[in-house]
């Protein structure tokens, strides 16, 4: 099987939009803190009583805060249904499956999508992981619409570990990114009219109760499913889970296209300093930066 080489793996942040951090509300930070350095192996960038940044080789990912008011979501509202960790080939897929072994993490699941091949897991305040590699585009079959062929398949995680190498385990590598987002939201014709036709992204795959966005012909840097949570309405401010990320463009054009839908339709828009803060029609706050 081919691996992909760091430069490739780069592919999704080459785009002219990607995902480039991400922020969860959690009841106890401690715990939730711990798990995603010593599991997911992200390291301590900043700490205060009220949050952590979390991260690789410096660079911030995690954001994760909490309060005294904070209620537990439910697994049928909208919000996440996996952060989606990037790492640059196979064999760091390989190295943390060997950590996660070792570790006796439970895994929920593992997938080969054709494009990539992806570990599951969940953290201990139930949310959503994946750790995966892309394969190299060149790889990928892309149909005459331009969308990309994904499937589920079986991804034998007995072979990937077998292929992990020996020396020990040092934490996620350099070049680990956020490479999507995937949520949860109430209805996916609704997804498709914001996330499409508000902000510009292109739909590159559809299964059964979800659609895939992504700008530059990647497989997908935001998706978007009604499988736990049809009908779902806006979330809570006060409820765990994913209070916001945001979506990073290396592209003028493509921001200008986000933002002139967002003024088209009124949908409120806050200047700040890191961008153009919204929320999606869930109540699930995004960051446009440039």
Not at 17 to 42: P, Q
Not at 77 to 94: D, I, K, M, Q, S
């Amino acid at each position: 099987m081919t691996d992909t080489t760091t430069e490739t793996a780069s592919f999704a942040l080459t785009r002219p939009a990607h995902v480039d951090t991400a922020h969860l509300v959690v009841t106890d930070l401690a715990l939730v803190s711990r798990y995603y350095r010593e599991i997911i192996g992200l390291s301590l960038i900043e700490a205060q009583p009220s949050g952590e940044v979390l991260g690789v080789a410096g660079v911030p990912l995690l954001t994760l805060s909490t309060g005294g008011m904070i209620a537990r979501a439910p697994r049928t509202a909208a919000g996440l249904f996996h952060t989606a960790f990037l790492v640059p080939n196979r064999t760091e897929l390989a190295a943390w499956l060997a950590h996660a072994v070792h570790k006796g993490v439970h895994l929920d699941g593992a997938s080969d999508h054709l494009v990539s091949e992806a570990i599951y897991l969940t953290d201990p305040e139930g949310n959503g992981i994946e750790i995966y590699r892309d394969r190299s585009p060149l790889e990928w079959t892309y149909l005459d619409d331009g969308t990309v062929k994904m499937a589920t398949e079986r991804l034998d995680l007995q072979a990937l570990y077998n292929s992990a190498r020996k020396d020990a385990w040092q934490g996620m590598a350099k070049g680990t990114a956020i490479g999507h987002i995937h949520l949860q939201v109430g209805d996916v014709p609704q997804a498709d009219a914001f996330y499409r036709d508000v902000l510009g992204l292109k739909v590159m795959a559809r299964y059964p109760g979800a659609s895939f966005f992504a700008t530059g012909g990647y497989h997908h840097h935001i998706a978007a499913n009604v499988w736990n949570s049809r009908g779902a309405t806006a979330r809570a401010d006060n409820m765990s889970g994913l209070s916001d990320y945001t979506l990073k463009f290396t592209d003028a054009a493509q921001l200008q296209t986000a933002l002139s839908g967002l003024e088209k339709l009124e949908i409120d828009t806050r200047r700040t300093a890191s961008g153009w803060s919204l929320k999606d029609p869930w109540g699930i706050g995004l960051t446009l930066a440039a």
